[in-house]
């Protein structure tokens, strides 16, 4: 059988994560989750440290288009095109780092 490689990926293609909660006593319930394309509109593999847009409370939409996009909407984008730094004093909401991925809650 032979691997999966990106090449063979449809530019299409995108990442959907859950974040859950979990509590003592309770069940498991979704915190958050978000759907993050893999390519960018040229076709070319994203690489590097990813913000992305957490959809409080749902699970992350894996369809095409997603309900839950990772992508920050351009009137949330700095200067660049690329979300300004975000430094929380809320202990409530705060960022999360995953994976090279920051998780905006």
């Not at 979704?30 to 959809?55: C, E, H, N, Y």
């Not at 369809?63 to 660049?80: D, F, H, M, Y």
Request: proline letters at 12%.
């Amino acid at each position: 059988m032979r691997r999966a490689q990106y090449r063979d990926l449809p530019h299409d293609a995108q990442l959907a994560v859950t974040a859950w909660a979990v509590a003592a006593g309770a069940p498991p319930a979704p915190a958050g989750g978000a759907a993050m394309p893999l390519f960018s509109k040229k076709g070319r593999l994203k690489t590097g440290l990813q913000r992305v847009r957490l959809w409080p409370g749902r699970r992350a939409d894996a369809a095409c288009p997603s309900a839950t996009p990772g992508k920050l909407p351009v009137a949330e984008r700095g200067e660049l095109g690329c979300a300004p730094a975000v430094h929380s004093p809320n202990p409530t909401h705060p960022i999360v780092s995953c994976a090279g991925y920051h998780v905006l809650g």
